[in-house]
């Protein structure tokens, strides 16, 4: 059974430009209509660039820029290529920059983590979920990770346990709480039901 109202769930109220800032980076897990997703965007509020995990093979950056030259956009073949790449733009990066993230909650979070890593303050990262509501589950008794976990209960991938997905939500670890089942009585399990589309 998942438990609701715990206050670690993330809430999300979408995304508005912060003027404040001098540079832009908004990263997507998929291609998305930017403009529409982020208040405030249009006009370019300064040197600002879209970066998108499109997931083909073939493209590794590729680089192209906005009619008006100040909306670069940047597609990646892989999540992993787009942060190897947000790692060395933190590592040079200078005061002013403002990161905002569109996507599912394990990409939200790990880019948060990535540039908490490289002292990007809370106030300089904006949030917003969109797409599937699939959840990485941790485990609490071997520490392993599940990825896209649609069901309230799922076999832990490190330890084989059957896991009560809870809603209890861990913003360093990127992840949802898992606990065993059955632990009380082995083999009773709850029905199993997909409630994370």
Known sequence: MLISGIHSRPKYAGLRVDRSGTHHIILSDTPRDIARMVEGLEPAPGPTEVWTVVGACTVTAAE????????????????????????????????????????????LWDVAALAR??????????????????????????????????????????????????????????????????????GDLPPVEEIFR
């Open 64 to 107: 192209e820029r906005g009619p008006d030259g100040s909306v670069v956009r940047r597609a990646f073949r892989s999540r992993p290529l787009m942060f190897d790449m947000l790692g060395h733009r933190l590592a040079r990066e200078s005061m002013g920059l403002r990161l905002y993230a569109i996507g599912e909650e394990a990409f």
């Open 117 to 186: 890593s490289f002292g990007v303050d809370g106030d300089e990262i904006q949030l917003d979920h969109a797409g599937s509501e699939r959840r990485r589950v941790f485990c609490v008794h071997c520490r392993a990770m599940t990825e896209n976990v649609r069901t309230n209960i799922v076999a832990c991938v490190g330890c084989g346990a059957h896991l009560t997905v809870r809603d209890h939500f861990s913003k360093r670890l990127a992840a949802f709480m898992g606990v065993q089942a059955d632990a009380e009585v082995r």
